[in-house]
């Protein structure tokens, strides 16, 4: 469904990506797990056409997407929910998730997509109207990411979902991840939580300064010494 070969992406001087190759296929979680600074964010930005690569490929379904704007990237089905959340927080709950939805003309599967989020997330549904901005940090998340259900993702990228996070929050979060999958939605996911992360992959990969030094199937990873005393506090 999605692959990256040989991909080289900069910030400025700083050569941040060197020479990335990897995987997804389709009604897989797939996750990126490594230390600050090793590449994951960058990684995601490149697919999702915020940064752009100087050398190497992606292609989703066959289509390059370096030949795309942003925009572009997600009405194929490329949807980013990104670090930080970075929710509009004077809109409220349901102005989020609608704005979501702006560049689609199914107004009935909108309806239904909005009802399948508020039953991911019912804390979603008895706040719609309130501002986002005043949201916990937990339901910021899942507005987050109910937001990027409702522009129809096939692949979703999922930037850091259970950053600042109270445990109870993130097995929840990751419920509702492992959810999206059995229902058909592809997902790469970054994640520096790396033992939940690699609990609901079904392969990864290990960055380090923007390289993959390391991939496999989650559980097998998971039991590598090297991933466990680097990752998993082995």
Same mark, same amino acid.
């Given at each position: 469904?999605?692959?990256?070969?040989?991909?080289?992406?900069?910030?400025?001087?700083?050569?941040?990506?060197?020479?990335?190759?990897?995987?997804?296929?389709?009604?897989?979680?797939?996750?990126?797990?490594?230390?600050?600074?090793?590449?994951?964010?960058?990684?995601?930005?490149?697919?999702?056409?915020?940064?752009?690569?100087?050398?190497?490929?992606?292609?989703?379904?066959?289509?390059?997407?370096?030949?795309?704007?942003?925009?572009?990237?997600?009405?194929?089905?490329?949807?980013?929910?990104?670090?930080?959340?970075?929710?509009?927080?004077?809109?409220?709950?349901?102005?989020?998730?609608?704005?979501?939805?702006?560049?689609?003309?199914?107004?009935?599967?909108?309806?239904?997509?909005?009802?399948?989020?508020?039953?991911?997330?019912?804390?979603?549904?008895?706040?719609?109207?309130?501002?986002?901005?005043?949201?916990?940090?937990?339901?910021?998340?899942? #507005?987050?990411? %109910? $937001?990027? *259900?409702?522009?129809? /993702?096939?692949?979703? &990228?999922?930037?850091? @979902?259970?950053?600042?996070? !109270?445990?109870?929050?993130?097995?929840?979060?990751?419920?509702?991840?492992?959810?999206?999958?059995?229902?058909?939605?592809?997902?790469?996911?970054?994640?520096?939580?790396?033992?939940?992360?690699?609990?609901?992959?079904?392969?990864?990969?290990? #960055?380090?300064? %923007? $390289?993959? *030094?390391?991939?496999? /199937?989650?559980?097998? &990873?998971?039991?590598? @010494?090297?991933?466990?005393? !680097?990752?998993?506090?082995?």
């Amino acid at each position: 469904m999605l692959v990256l070969d040989n991909v080289h992406t900069y910030y400025g001087r700083i050569h941040a990506l060197k020479g990335v190759s990897l995987s997804v296929e389709r009604g897989e979680i797939v996750a990126l797990i490594g230390g600050n600074g090793a590449g994951k964010t960058t990684t995601l930005l490149t697919i999702s056409g915020l940064l752009r690569p100087k050398q190497g490929s992606i292609t989703f379904e066959g289509q390059a997407l370096t030949q795309h704007a942003p925009h572009q990237i997600v009405r194929l089905g490329v949807v980013h929910c990104p670090e930080g959340r970075q929710i509009f927080g004077r809109l409220s709950v349901l102005e989020n998730l609608r704005l979501a939805a702006m560049h689609r003309r199914d107004g009935q599967a909108v309806r239904r997509d909005l009802e399948r989020v508020y039953a991911l997330f019912p804390v979603l549904a008895q706040r719609r109207n309130q501002a986002a901005g005043t949201l916990s940090g937990g339901e910021q998340q899942m #507005l987050a990411i %109910g $937001r990027a *259900i409702m522009s129809q /993702p096939r692949l979703l &990228l999922l930037d850091e @979902p259970s950053l600042g996070l !109270a445990p109870l929050i993130v097995e929840s979060i990751f419920k509702v991840i492992a959810t999206l999958r059995d229902e058909g939605v592809t997902i790469l996911l970054v994640e520096q939580n790396a033992y939940q992360a690699l609990q609901v992959a079904d392969r990864a990969y290990v #960055l380090e300064t %923007g $390289r993959v *030094i390391l991939q496999g /199937p989650a559980r097998a &990873l998971a039991e590598d @010494p090297a991933v466990k005393a !680097a990752y998993l506090g082995g």
